[in-house]
């Protein structure tokens, strides 16, 4: 897999190398670097901006990623696509300017598979992460925790009682 380190400090993006993309393909991943300003911040987007040649207009895609890798979205038919980070309320980096390479398939018609909406994108991390929680909570439990659950939209303790757990 293709990987493109950046350093992000004081809102800006900077290439450790002198990365290119080559168009049509699923694998390059962006590793950031980021500066004290995004360590807040589990979620981010990625703003993937770039100029397709072929269509005559401007295309642009969100990622939404937790960490600090996300996976490319295949590009097509483009000689360079601008990425920038934003997250929060609102902190966001300028962009940096990657170029891209054409693939043999630039210019033909094989289907694009884009990557699902940030809206989808959302609600599928929420499902990951309430999962995740369960998960967290269950282990707990089985280790005779004592933890937090919502209870009418706040939150109370659950207390041990003989081995089972009850809400107050």
């Not at 097509?76 to 601008?82: H, P, W």
């Not at 909570?137 to 933890?147: L, P, S």
């Amino acid at each position: 897999m293709p990987e493109i380190r950046l350093i992000v400090r004081n809102k800006r993006i900077y290439a450790v190398d002198q990365p290119v993309i080559v168009c049509g393909n699923s694998d390059f991943t962006l590793y950031f670097d980021p500066d004290a300003e995004w360590a807040p911040f589990r979620e981010k987007t990625a703003r993937f901006f770039w100029y397709d040649n072929r269509r005559r207009t401007y295309l642009h895609t969100d990622v939404l990623f937790a960490g600090n890798a996300v996976t490319v979205p295949v590009l097509r038919d483009t000689n360079e696509v601008a990425v920038g980070l934003y997250a929060g309320a609102l902190h966001a980096t300028a962009p940096i300017r990657i170029p891209c390479a054409e693939a043999v398939t630039d210019g033909s018609d094989i289907p694009e598979v884009l990557p699902p909406p940030l809206y989808t994108q959302l609600l599928s991390y929420l499902r990951e992460l309430a999962e995740e929680t369960a998960v967290r909570q269950a282990e707990r439990v089985q280790h005779g925790i004592t933890v937090r659950v919502p209870v009418n939209g706040t939150l109370a303790p659950i207390e041990e009682t003989g081995g089972q757990y009850v809400n107050p």
